[in-house]
């Protein structure tokens, strides 16, 4: 299994541009999460999804949209890219059942996200 | 609202030795869970320890364990016999556990620097 998978790993955006970061898991989860993790900060949930079709608003989702077509992908997209929304993303993705001793979060490796 | 609060930016251990990282949370729960995560400078999220705050039993894998205070809400962790491959940035994490809370809240993270 390759896990969650992340593309791109780096990217430079001019403001006011936009874009699709790709996450791909290969664990047939059905919880997906985007995350944003600034400089010298934790993790701020922006969207999640609890199965192909259903998505749901996290703590910052301004500027940002996320679709869910199927269970391996959950693409999050940039509207008018901001210097504010300069930052890491990550996508997650968990098991179905949660509550038990194995439900947690898989990460993958991260997008690292420059709008000048 | 949850919150998690890590109170030290930055720990540093002598290589062998024994480190505590404090965790404190916030919450009106009864059923939730509590994640130590280590993110290297490769920056992947990886699962250090879970607890679960139904179990009185502090959660141990290998060199780390927890010390959970539940009535003080309190979750910090033990990492014995330090090793170089420790250093890392580690967050506290919340999942409420909640049936269709599918949300985790992050702390600022800890940064722990292990000195040969």
């Known amino acids: 299994n390759a896990g969650v998978t992340q593309t791109p790993k780096f990217r430079i955006l001019k403001i006011g541009q936009s874009m699709t970061l790709q996450c791909t898991q290969d664990?047939?989860?059905?919880?997906m999460y985007w995350y944003r993790q600034d400089p010298g900060m934790g993790l701020k949930l922006i969207y999640y999804s609890v199965g192909a079709g259903i998505t749901d608003k996290g703590e910052v989702p301004n500027g940002y949209n996320v679709s869910r077509s199927t269970t391996e992908d959950f693409p999050l997209r940039l509207e008018l890219a901001a210097p504010s929304q300069t930052s890491v993303y990550f996508c997650?993705?968990?098991?179905?059942?949660?509550?038990?001793?194995?439900?947690?979060?898989?990460f993958g490796p991260g997008t690292r996200l420059l709008v000048l | 609202a949850q919150t998690v609060t890590q109170s030290q930016p930055e720990m540093s251990v002598q290589e062998a030795e024994t480190v505590t990282l404090s965790c404190t949370y916030d919450?009106?729960?009864?059923?939730?869970?509590l994640f130590w995560y280590k993110q290297p400078p490769s920056r992947q999220m990886i699962l250090v320890i879970r607890q679960e705050a139904y179990k009185q039993q502090n959660a141990t894998e290998n060199r780390f364990s927890v010390n959970f205070q539940k009535a003080a809400k309190s979750f910090s962790l033990k990492i014995s016999d330090s090793q170089l491959g420790d250093a890392a940035m580690y967050f506290c994490?919340?999942?409420?556990?909640?049936?269709?809370?599918?949300?985790?809240?992050f702390g600022t993270g800890t940064r722990l620097k292990v000195l040969a």
């Open positions: 994490a919340y999942r409420s556990g909640t049936s269709g809370t599918y949300k985790y809240i």
């Open positions: 919450t009106s729960e009864s059923d939730y869970y």
């Open positions: 664990m047939n989860h059905n919880y």
């Open positions: 997650a993705s968990s098991p179905a059942f949660a509550g038990t001793r194995k439900e947690t979060q898989y």
